[in-house]
């Protein structure tokens, strides 16, 4: 069977696709039938501090974390925060996330990475008593391509949530943000990742 170069770029792309989808559900966290997207990749993953008093949550860490792609797994540091207010009666009022700091791999010296705004919340004692959602908002990367789609944070306590928003507790956790990115940039990206091997594979046959 006789396959033109258009014809493998295609079938090569038409296979990341697949992959990409494919990663990306494998991935997800969340609660079922829940208004909070469940987590996928790009995603950042970090070992979290829970601490709430009043209705005023802060989730912290200042340590290492992963940042995961259809591409790959890359290690970095840096300042994740994000902030939680509740009224009286454990209703989300409002809250937001930042997240600063450095992937030497690919090549991001330090800075603000993502900043969102939250504007949901959930939780299923039935289903998980360790998993909260929050549902974001003007989402802004600065480490890629600029996003601004609707995502999702996930954490996972350590211990039982108990479901009331005003209690005061303390915890450990692992927190998962979702950042979404457009198919196209890791398509584009891939793209020129095959062309530059096939341009290698091509001078080396002339070398011979």
């Known amino acids: 069977m006789f396959i033109t170069k258009n014809t493998a770029t295609l079938a090569a792309c038409c296979l990341l696709l697949i992959t990409t989808l494919t990663s990306t559900s494998a991935l997800a966290i969340g609660i079922p039938g829940s208004d909070i997207s469940p987590s996928g990749i790009p995603s950042f993953t ?28 890359w290690s970095g540091t840096g300042l994740y925060t994000l902030n939680a207010t509740f009224d009286g009666a454990g209703e989300f009022v409002s809250g937001d996330l930042t997240i600063r700091g450095k992937i030497p791999d690919l090549g991001i010296k330090q800075s603000t990475l993502v900043t969102a705004d939250l504007n949901a919340f ?53 927190a998962t943000t979702t950042v979404p990115v457009p198919a196209a940039v890791w398509l584009f990206g891939t793209g020129l990742a095959f062309l530059g091997a096939t341009a290698r594979r091509k001078r080396a046959r002339t070398q011979l």
Do not use: M
């Open 46 to 73: 970090h070992n979290v501090t829970v601490r709430a008093n009043n209705g005023k949550w802060t989730v912290s860490a200042h340590d290492g974390f992963i940042l995961q792609t259809p591409g790959g797994t």
């Open 122 to 174: 959930d939780f299923d004692a039935l289903y998980d008593p360790t998993l909260i959602g929050f549902g974001t908002t003007n989402i802004v990367c600065t480490w890629t391509t600029s996003c601004t789609s609707n995502e999702s944070i996930w954490i996972q306590l350590f211990s039982n949530y108990g479901g009331d928003a005003n209690a005061r507790f303390r915890t450990s956790g692992i």
